[in-house]
């Protein structure tokens, strides 16, 4: 099974200033037909998960251009440019290139 | 708009069982694979199990397998998670979701004597 480790698990952030998360695997995550099956998932307080970005990098429509991905085979960055009130919430990585698994949840806090 | 509404969870004893159901709408339900994602209170994102989008083939989490059968209705555009021998740590929010990029509200499903 295909494990993901997110860190840090809790991030203050000032609002304005950039928040980053770190996501590894346990092993590569590039599947047999080229692609890369990583996405982010953000959950707000009594919300369901909502997808910001799958296949490393690729911005769901309507996800804001502050939200990007970066990263290849086992380890993998989320970064939130100049964090917004409503960016406050647990944010998930998720492998889709051996069944299905998420990282743990980082809580994005404001300060 | 894209819809799923997640419905059937309940408190339920130890070794029971529960069918959960998830309606869908806004898109061609026959063509996707679905999936059943849960969440324990105050806890991270588990998948639970898959089906392909004609039903003929399922995956299942090692926590569930043996106990939990996912299935699907194309024509009535319904996914399903029949859940049998229940235990206290499947108390979870059930999500029925078209990973990664549609998800329902979730169902609230409490296993407790």
């Known amino acids: 099974d295909i494990v993901l480790t997110q860190t840090p698990l809790s991030s203050l952030v000032t609002l304005g200033q950039a928040a980053s998360i770190s996501c590894r695997s346990s092993?590569?995550?590039?599947?047999?037909?080229?692609?890369?099956?990583l996405s982010w998932l953000q959950q707000r307080p009594g919300q369901p998960p909502r997808l910001l970005i799958y296949k490393i990098s690729q911005r769901l429509s309507g996800v804001p251009d502050r939200f990007s991905g970066s990263g290849a085979g086992t380890d993998f960055t989320l970064k939130i440019n100049r964090v917004e009130a409503e960016d406050v919430g647990v944010y998930y990585c998720m492998q889709g290139t051996q069944f299905h698994s998420f990282g743990q949840g980082t809580k994005l806090e404001i300060k | 708009d894209v819809q799923l509404v997640e419905s059937g969870g309940a408190l339920v004893q130890p070794g029971g069982s529960l069918r959960l159901s998830c309606v869908t709408s806004g898109f061609t339900f026959s063509n996707f694979w679905m999936h059943w994602v849960r969440q324990a209170p105050g806890k991270g994102l588990m998948w639970v199990s898959r089906?392909?989008?004609?039903?003929?083939?399922?995956s299942y989490a090692d926590s569930v397998r043996g106990r939990f059968s996912i299935s699907r209705d194309n024509a009535k555009k319904t996914l399903y998670l029949e859940m049998n021998s229940l235990r206290a740590e499947d108390t979870a929010v059930y999500y029925c979701?078209?990973?990664?990029?549609?998800w329902g509200q979730g169902t609230l499903v409490t296993v407790s004597a």
């Open positions: 089906i392909n989008s004609d039903g003929s083939s399922t």
């Open positions: 979701a078209r990973m990664a990029d549609f």
């Open positions: 092993q590569s995550l590039l599947h047999s037909d080229g692609n890369t099956y």
